[in-house]
């Protein structure tokens, strides 16, 4: 069964103490990997075990806390769904797909990942379920509701969100994850991962925008702003 913690399941419910031993916790996946207590973070983060288990209940809490602080890093940028247009809905995809590139790139991620799918299976603990549901299907209950909102102002024409959302995620992730998860070392600057958003956004709008508000779009406009890596 998945274990959700109460109270604290989003970045603004958490005080800016539980933030830190959050960011403690995910330094250590970074460095210990498997390896993760509940007293090797009260160490790091300079506070007690009781503390710990007040505010995340047990391990696979304080698991659950990590991958919701980490995943609250990619951002949907609000929509006014009154007066919705192409440059706003354009804008608001590029953010989430910017965010979340930075945040899969990172090394507190790639680690999280890395032990999610060591254990996912193997009846460890519920990592895998923990990061699914908290990242991937949790980030697209937040960007659904955008692209409903260009469905519904016309800019964009699609069946079902869901299939929508996949091709969007697919478009902005490629093969990027998968490589660094194996060790690829990739340049993934600020300026390339900009340019790879805003390419993924325009050929998302290519795919499913509405004949009355898609732009139209030339050749280069599905090209990446850097080399393919």
């Not at 009781?50 to 990619?74: H, I, M, P």
């Not at 379920?129 to 699609?158: C, H, I, M, W, Y």
């Not at 079902?160 to 995620?169: G, I, L, S, V």
């Not at 779009?217 to 990446?224: A, G, H, Q, V």
């Amino acid at each position: 069964m998945l274990h959700i913690v109460p109270d604290i399941d989003t970045s603004e419910a958490l005080t800016e103490r539980q933030k830190a031993v959050l960011d403690a916790a995910l330094r250590l996946l970074v460095e210990e990997g498997d390896q993760l207590t509940m007293t090797a973070v009260a160490r790091r983060a300079s506070c007690s075990k009781e503390t710990l288990y007040k505010w995340f209940g047990d391990r696979d809490g304080l698991l659950t806390a990590t991958v919701q602080w980490q995943a609250s890093k990619v951002r949907v940028a609000p929509v006014d769904r009154k007066g919705l247009d192409l440059a706003s809905l354009t804008a608001s995809l590029e953010r989430f797909a910017s965010d979340w590139l930075k945040v899969i790139s990172s090394d507190t991620s790639i680690a999280l990942n890395r032990v999610a799918v060591s254990h996912a299976g193997s009846g460890k603990d519920n990592l895998g379920a923990v990061v699914l549901e908290n990242g991937r299907f949790a980030l697209a209950k937040r960007l659904k509701p955008v692209l409903e909102a260009g469905r519904r102002t016309g800019l964009l024409d699609f069946a079902d969100a869901e299939t929508a959302f996949r091709t969007f995620f697919g478009l902005v992730a490629r093969d990027v994850q998968i490589r660094l998860l194996l060790g690829d070392r990739l340049e993934l600057t600020e300026a390339a991962i900009g340019g790879d958003a805003a390419r993924a956004t325009q050929q998302f709008l290519a795919l499913h925008g509405a004949k009355t508000g898609r732009k139209a779009l030339e050749p280069d406009d599905f090209r990446s702003s850097r080399p393919e890596i």
